[in-house]
Nanobody, 125 residues
Framework: VQLQASGGGLVQAGGSLRLSCAAS????????LGWFRQAPGKEREFVAA????????YYADSVKGRFTGSRDGAKHTVYLQMNSLQPEDTAVYYC???????????????????WGKGTQVTVSS
């Protein structure tokens, strides 16, 4: 199983980025694909996730109203549209997959079954 994250970069505060996570190696029905992030000196935290079959999304309180998750079944890819970015959103963003509800998981997130490599998001003030 591979989760390939991309789309990170440097953006000014108030700007937008779209992250992509291309999934391969198995079918993900019954799974949620999502995003965690880890800022320097801080613990990894849940950001957002989307259930592959239903498209239902859920978000951390810190990103609600600014970030939107979506999926493209034909491309086996999930997306995270990030708007109104702020310096505190600066982190390495990791794609993840789990058959459990990731929003309630606690670090180190043993319920996450697959992790992708991170992509850096830097928001300048």
């Amino acid at each position: 199983v591979q989760l390939q994250a991309s789309g990170g970069g440097l953006v000014q505060a108030g700007g937008s980025l779209r992250l992509s996570c291309a999934a391969s190696g198995r079918t993900f029905s019954g799974y949620a694909l999502g995003w965690f992030r880890q800022a320097p000196g801080k613990e990894r935290e849940f950001v957002a996730a989307i259930w592959w079959s239903s498209g239902i999304t859920y978000y951390a309180d810190s990103v609600k109203g600014r970030f939107t998750g979506s999926r493209d079944g034909a491309k086996h890819t999930v997306y995270l549209q990030m708007n109104s970015l702020q310096p505190e959103d600066t982190a390495v963003y990791y794609c993840a997959a789990s058959s459990q509800n990731m929003v309630s998981m606690i670090n180190p997130f043993p319920g996450v079954e697959y992790w992708g490599k991170g992509t850096q998001v830097t928001v300048s003030s």
